[in-house]
């Protein structure tokens, strides 16, 4: 594909998910309290909460930006940064840390070449520490999206990371 012709798509793309935003803004522009419920929709729409998209809805709902980026990057569920197909969420909690999470978080880094808060160049993993996934029996522990892996070793990544591949 050419680039022009790249840029073109890319702008159609564009142009549907703020149509979608669009929607969205309007449903629950006039309610009170929902500007979550709007970042929310945004981030499924976008992947993500870019600068843009967040002036955007500052704009349109007639807040001042500040305010929603307040709101962005004070929860933890709301991301700036594109994120991956699959969300790897290592637990640092003390149960895990201490029977060797940090050895497994070096074992993901090393495997996916990223470090915690970024995203593989193919667009497939983000990795992300957290302080409990409340599993501390299985300690250490992962999940990947809503798939929980237990009393893990670094030579246990590799084939965890093949089934996602």
Do not use: W
């Not at 880094?109 to 160049?121: A, F, R, V, Y």
């Not at 992962?142 to 591949?165: A, C, E, H």
Request: hydrophobic residues 35%; charged residues 30%; aromatic residues 10%.
């Amino acid at each position: 594909m050419k680039v022009e012709e790249q840029k073109r798509e890319d702008e159609m793309v564009r142009d549907k998910r703020y149509d979608q935003l669009d929607k969205v803004i309007h449903e629950y522009k006039d309610k009170e309290g929902t500007l979550i419920t709007i970042l929310h929709q945004a981030q499924k729409i976008f992947g993500y909460l870019p600068r843009e998209v967040q002036i955007y809805i500052a704009e349109h709902l007639g807040i001042p930006f500040p305010e929603v980026y307040g709101v962005v990057s004070f929860y933890s569920m709301f991301s700036m940064e594109p994120r991956g197909k699959y969300t790897i969420e290592v637990c640092m909690g003390t149960a895990c840390y201490v029977k060797g999470a940090q050895q497994i978080l070096d074992k993901l880094k090393e495997k996916l070449h990223i470090e915690p808060g970024q995203t593989t160049e193919d667009g497939k993993f983000t990795i992300e520490t957290t302080r409990c996934l409340g599993a501390c029996s299985l300690a250490p522990v992962i999940s990947i999206d809503r798939d929980v892996y237990g009393n893990l070793t670094p030579d246990k990544i590799s084939n965890i990371l093949q089934k996602y591949k």
